[in-house]
């Protein structure tokens, strides 16, 4: 069973750092790009971060570019999410995502709550 | 970057009715395009991918169609547990890029 499994949500100050992390099993973690997810309380979902699948291409969303790094180990099978510079806004459930594939859609963990307060 | 353009926003529909929601993209995306299902308090959940193909373990009155811009999901006969937003999402190039959603509602 694939399964995908986020960490490391909490509730953190403006201007503050939080590391989030997701734990891979089921598959064949180096077959697919990863990413991170985020949805705000009753919003939409909104891309933050992707990585390929060597972890040497990485991707991130306007909104959070200079603030997020994402990385990836895949002799672990982790992907980590390392943020920074934290506002209100970033406030959100954060998902990983199993990229889409020619053979399935994307795979989802449960989620890990970030929220940004004083 | 590629926007992704979902109508309606909402929709209210009964039991055993027919449903179409449509996706539009702001270029041409071929078939890269996956089709989410939501439920209160869940992680989505794959329905679609490829445009057309249905992923393991979704029920067949679910379809997805399109390809370039413009794609549809339908739900032949919506079913209880069908009450839900759905969302379609393009992966042919970042920044991947979610629609804005269409939650489906009981009339």
């Known amino acids: 069973e694939v399964l995908l499994l986020e960490s490391g949500g909490g509730l953190v100050h403006p201007g503050g750092s939080l590391r989030l992390s997701c734990a891979a099993s089921?598959?064949?973690?180096?077959?697919?790009?990863m990413n991170w997810v985020r949805q705000a309380p009753g919003k939409g979902l909104e891309w933050v971060s992707g990585?390929?699948?060597?972890?040497?291409?990485?991707y991130y969303a306007d909104s959070v570019k200079g603030r997020f790094t994402i990385s990836r180990d895949n002799s672990k099978k982790t992907m980590d999410l390392q943020m920074s510079s934290l506002t209100a806004e970033d406030s959100a459930l954060y998902y990983c995502?199993?990229?889409?594939?020619?053979?399935?859609?994307?795979?989802w963990g449960q989620g890990t709550l970030v929220t940004v307060s004083s | 970057d590629i926007q992704m353009t979902q109508s309606p926003s909402s929709l209210s529909a009964s039991v055993g009715d027919r449903v179409t929601i449509t996706c539009r993209a702001s270029?041409?995306?071929?078939?890269?395009l996956v089709w989410f299902q939501q439920k209160p308090g869940k992680a989505p959940k794959s329905l679609i991918y490829?445009?057309?193909r249905l992923d393991s373990g979704v029920p067949s009155r679910f379809s997805g169609s399109g390809s370039g811009t413009e794609f549809t999901l339908t739900i032949s006969t919506l079913q209880p547990e069908d009450f839900a937003t759905y969302y379609c999402?393009?992966?042919?190039?970042?920044?991947?890029?979610f629609g804005g959603g269409t939650k489906v509602e009981i009339k």
């Open positions: 995502m199993r990229a889409s594939s020619t053979t399935t859609g994307g795979v």
């Open positions: 089921g598959f064949t973690f180096t077959d697919y790009a």
């Open positions: 990585v390929d699948y060597r972890g040497v291409s990485t």
């Open positions: 270029q041409g995306i071929r078939n890269f």
């Open positions: 490829a445009a057309s």
């Open positions: 999402q393009q992966y042919i190039s970042f920044p991947l890029s």
